[in-house]
């Protein structure tokens, strides 16, 4: 039944069950020879492991970095030749001899004759095709079982979003059913239990159109994505928001623009997630840069939905020879609903017990743990940065800064505290460095439509954390002084030592981000820089940059 073989590889791609992908591969073989050499002969399955495990990126196994996108655009350009082929077989059977253009009419009967069936001499197709087209008069077509796994994985994802929050998530589902560049004879509005021409050619051939335009999307959208996780991976001291983000809203517009039918599959309901992911991430990403606790905590709470609907969905899916199974993972979050994760852990925890089979592994894709640990990153970054006012209301519901960090990696607030404890620093603080070009409120609420004025002088540089929790006020025209004379230095992202002869007391500066700066004060002499200082800051300010995040991607 190729239609449900179709939807079942398609299904299993997007479960990243690329093992029981391949075996309906097998089974697509048997009854249409060249669409499966054209997939294995590419190896699409490859492609697809090789993306999700980000192996591309890795510069000793891929010496090409272009080498995973030629491939998919060589899937892409076979599928567009396939593709012609069968929009042209679909104008024979309704135009019979009149079509335009003579080869192609050719080039469709003979497609036809290799599929076992006949067209007739009068150039209009015959009603007595293949045994196996007769076969398949009397089953769902493509498009129908897409639509079926399209409805069930809208179960899945509401039942994640009940079980935890409730945020809004537009999937925009509705509006992809207008965006779809297959004709209505072509897709779902064929009639599907009727003999000759339209019972059996036409189903067949707009089945195979419905596949194809999957794939070339499919392939478009890979192709743009490895361009933003490159991007990424290249990112060795901070995020360039301004350069990548663009590039994934045009993956993004492009997903958008596509036909109903991949917004109805697995596939391109990932991408859709992945896509969601990556955007939100990055807005996160520039809002805390800003000190906008409200937009940080908004993109937060989208990604940490589109992360959980991605992994709920595609662990549950149901297909025939299933290979793996995927356990829900908590993760820890603060108090609040809108960031909490952890709302009926014990019950994933037996779902995923109870699933379990005898001979079934546990697999997840590196891009989405990857994916994972970025936001985690991010979210320890805005925690610390917003630390006060986080742990204002951590407090108003009975917790304390325990809490507030509890299960949280990596830990910002517990590795300033072990390293002043083990140094002797007096201070490690948090000094912003207000621009004129953006809004700054110590409170973290920016009101674009609010009367603002730039705060001076020593207001322009706030403290925004701080431990021990009092601000050293006392050396603040001293720190000011540091950074107003290290620019370029802080600039590079280099470490800065001071020792003022006068107070007897050391500085050690590190620029964190576009406004942040690391300040670690001594009330003792340095003749030399402390090695341990100089580390601690560059360990520090690496994980606020997600040094260690960004350099897993190309990592063996």
Same mark, same amino acid.
């Given at each position: 039944?190729?239609?449900? #073989?179709?939807?079942?590889?398609?299904?299993?791609? $997007?479960?990243?069950?690329?093992?029981?992908?391949?075996?309906?591969?097998?089974?697509?073989?048997?009854?249409?020879?060249?669409?499966?050499?054209?997939?294995?002969?590419?190896?699409?399955?490859?492609?697809? $492991?090789?993306?999700?495990?980000?192996?591309?990126?890795?510069?000793?196994?891929?010496?090409?970095?272009?080498?995973?996108?030629?491939?998919?655009?060589?899937?892409?350009? #076979?599928?567009?030749?396939?593709?012609?082929?069968? @929009?042209?077989?679909?104008?024979?059977?309704?135009? &019979?001899?009149?079509?335009?253009?003579?080869?192609?009419? $050719?080039?469709?009967?003979?497609? =036809? *004759?290799?599929?076992?069936?006949?067209?007739?001499?009068?150039?209009?197709?015959? &009603?007595?095709?293949?045994?196996?087209?007769?076969? *398949?008069?009397?089953?769902?077509?493509?498009?129908?079982?897409?639509?079926?796994?399209?409805?069930?994985?809208?179960?899945?994802? &509401?039942?994640?979003?009940?079980?935890?929050?409730? &945020?809004?998530?537009?999937?925009?589902?509705?509006?992809?059913?207008?965006?779809?560049?297959?004709?209505?004879?072509? $897709?779902?509005?064929?009639?599907?239990?009727?003999?000759?021409?339209?019972?059996?050619?036409?189903?067949?051939?707009?089945?195979?159109?419905?596949?194809?335009?999957? %794939?070339?999307?499919?392939?478009?959208?890979?192709?743009?994505?490895?361009?933003?996780?490159?991007?990424?991976?290249?990112?060795?001291?901070?995020?360039?928001?301004?350069?990548?983000?663009?590039?994934?809203?045009?993956?993004?517009?492009?997903?958008?623009?596509?036909?109903?039918?991949?917004?109805?599959?697995?596939?391109?309901?990932?991408?859709?997630?992945?896509?969601?992911?990556?955007?939100?991430?990055?807005?996160?990403?520039?809002?805390?840069?800003?000190?906008?606790?409200?937009?940080?905590?908004?993109?937060?709470? =989208?990604?940490?939905?589109?992360?959980?609907?991605?992994?709920?969905?595609?662990?549950?899916?149901?297909?025939?020879?299933?290979?793996?199974?995927?356990?829900?993972?908590?993760?820890?979050?603060?108090?609040?609903?809108?960031?909490?994760?952890?709302?009926?852990?014990?019950?994933?925890?037996?779902?995923?017990?109870?699933?379990?089979?005898?001979?079934?592994?546990?697999?997840?894709?590196?891009?989405?743990?990857?994916?994972?640990?970025?936001?985690?990153?991010?979210?320890?970054?805005?925690?610390?940065?917003?630390?006060?006012?986080?742990?204002?209301?951590?407090?108003?519901?009975?917790?304390?800064?325990?809490? =507030?960090?509890?299960?949280?990696?990596?830990?910002?607030?517990?590795?300033?505290?072990?390293?002043?404890?083990?140094?002797?620093?007096?201070?490690?603080?948090?000094?912003?460095?207000?621009?004129?070009?953006?809004?700054?409120?110590?409170?973290?609420?920016?009101?674009?439509?609010?009367?603002?004025?730039?705060?001076?002088?020593?207001?322009?540089?706030?403290?925004?954390?701080?431990?021990?929790?009092?601000?050293?006020?006392?050396?603040?025209?001293?720190?000011?002084?540091?950074?107003?004379?290290?620019?370029?230095?802080?600039?590079?992202?280099?470490?800065?030592?001071?020792?003022?002869?006068?107070?007897?007391?050391?500085?050690?500066?590190?620029?964190? #981000?576009?406004?942040?700066?690391?300040?670690?004060?001594?009330?003792?002499?340095?003749?030399?820089?402390?090695?341990?200082?100089?580390?601690?800051?560059?360990?520090?300010?690496?994980?606020?940059?997600?040094? #260690?995040?960004? %350099?897993?991607? @190309?990592?063996?």
């Amino acid at each position: 039944m190729f239609s449900k #073989d179709c939807a079942e590889f398609l299904k299993a791609l $997007g479960s990243f069950d690329y093992a029981c992908a391949n075996k309906h591969l097998m089974r697509i073989s048997k009854v249409r020879f060249m669409l499966a050499d054209m997939l294995g002969r590419h190896s699409l399955s490859i492609c697809e $492991g090789v993306y999700s495990s980000m192996q591309f990126l890795k510069p000793k196994i891929f010496r090409r970095e272009d080498h995973l996108h030629q491939m998919y655009c060589d899937i892409a350009a #076979d599928v567009e030749r396939e593709s012609i082929v069968y @929009r042209d077989i679909l104008n024979i059977g309704m135009h &019979g001899a009149s079509m335009e253009s003579p080869e192609n009419a $050719g080039r469709a009967r003979a497609t =036809l *004759e290799q599929l076992g069936a006949p067209a007739s001499q009068g150039g209009a197709l015959s &009603g007595h095709g293949s045994p196996v087209l007769a076969s *398949e008069a009397s089953q769902s077509s493509l498009h129908q079982y897409i639509s079926s796994i399209h409805n069930a994985t809208s179960m899945v994802i &509401g039942d994640a979003r009940s079980a935890g929050d409730s &945020g809004t998530h537009n999937h925009n589902n509705n509006d992809h059913n207008n965006l779809s560049p297959i004709p209505a004879q072509y $897709g779902s509005q064929q009639p599907h239990h009727q003999t000759g021409f339209n019972g059996r050619e036409e189903q067949s051939a707009a089945d195979h159109i419905v596949l194809y335009t999957i %794939l070339r999307e499919l392939c478009s959208l890979r192709m743009a994505l490895i361009g933003v996780y490159r991007l990424l991976s290249l990112s060795t001291v901070e995020i360039d928001i301004d350069l990548i983000l663009p590039e994934t809203e045009l993956a993004l517009q492009m997903y958008e623009s596509g036909s109903s039918d991949i917004h109805n599959t697995v596939l391109g309901s990932g991408i859709e997630n992945e896509i969601s992911l990556l955007k939100h991430g990055l807005l996160m990403d520039k809002a805390i840069s800003e000190y906008d606790i409200q937009k940080a905590a908004t993109h937060l709470h =989208l990604a940490r939905v589109a992360l959980l609907d991605w992994r709920k969905f595609s662990s549950e899916q149901e297909y025939a020879e299933k290979s793996y199974y995927r356990p829900e993972e908590s993760s820890s979050m603060w108090r609040y609903n809108i960031f909490s994760s952890n709302s009926s852990v014990s019950e994933e925890k037996s779902k995923s017990s109870s699933s379990l089979a005898k001979g079934k592994f546990n697999v997840q894709p590196n891009h989405l743990l990857w994916l994972h640990r970025w936001i985690a990153s991010e979210k320890a970054k805005m925690t610390i940065y917003f630390m006060d006012l986080l742990l204002e209301k951590e407090q108003a519901f009975g917790g304390d800064e325990r809490t =507030l960090w509890a299960n949280m990696d990596p830990d910002m607030h517990g590795i300033i505290r072990a390293f002043r404890k083990k140094a002797g620093a007096h201070s490690i603080s948090f000094v912003y460095e207000i621009s004129a070009d953006v809004r700054f409120s110590t409170t973290g609420f920016i009101s674009a439509n609010a009367p603002y004025e730039s705060p001076t002088g020593l207001n322009s540089f706030p403290c925004i954390y701080s431990y021990p929790p009092e601000p050293p006020r006392d050396h603040w025209p001293n720190i000011i002084s540091i950074m107003q004379g290290s620019v370029s230095i802080l600039r590079q992202y280099r470490s800065q030592y001071f020792y003022d002869r006068k107070i007897g007391c050391t500085y050690y500066v590190a620029r964190v #981000d576009a406004h942040v700066s690391i300040v670690i004060i001594y009330l003792d002499k340095h003749p030399q820089p402390d090695t341990g200082a100089m580390d601690f800051l560059q360990l520090l300010a690496g994980k606020l940059r997600h040094t #260690d995040v960004l %350099l897993s991607m @190309r990592q063996e």
